[in-house]
Nanobody
Framework: QLQLVESGGGLVQAGGSLRLSCAAS????????MGWYRQAPGKQRESVAA???????NYADSVKGRFTISRDNAKNTVYLQMNNLKPEDTARYFC????????????WGQGTQVTVSS
């Protein structure tokens, strides 16, 4: 079992910044993908950003150029730096850890709320 705990959410004005953190209870170096997802009320959960152990990252088109995902394997923590926030970024943000192969993982945190006021 891998427990994920998100923090760093809050209320911010449009144009502001937040940094989300996702602390894992175990090593994230053995995961294949660490990702951030978000879910707004009445909408499906969507992928925001992902980071692989190989060092590659990818982002949803809606956040490219504004959000940056990073990981600190030594601290077993993944971050999401969010700049130039927009009201449409308002959602609950979830951390996810995936491992592929013969013993796959798919763990989720409880989420942290981000609210962007206009």
């Amino acid at each position: 079992q891998l427990q994920l705990v998100e923090s760093g959410g809050g209320l911010v004005q449009a144009g502001g910044s937040l940094r989300l953190s996702c602390a894992a209870s175990g090593s994230i170096a053995v995961t294949n993908v660490m990702g951030w997802y978000r879910q707004a009320p009445g909408k499906q959960r969507e992928s925001v950003a992902a980071s692989t152990t190989g060092g590659s990252t990818n982002y949803a088109d809606s956040v490219k150029g504004r959000f940056t995902i990073s990981r600190d394997n030594a601290k077993n923590t993944v971050y999401l730096q969010m700049n130039n926030l927009k009201p449409e970024d308002t959602a609950r943000y979830f951390c996810n850890a995936k491992r592929f192969g013969p013993v796959p993982w798919d763990y989720w945190g409880q989420g942290t709320q981000v609210t962007v006021s206009s």
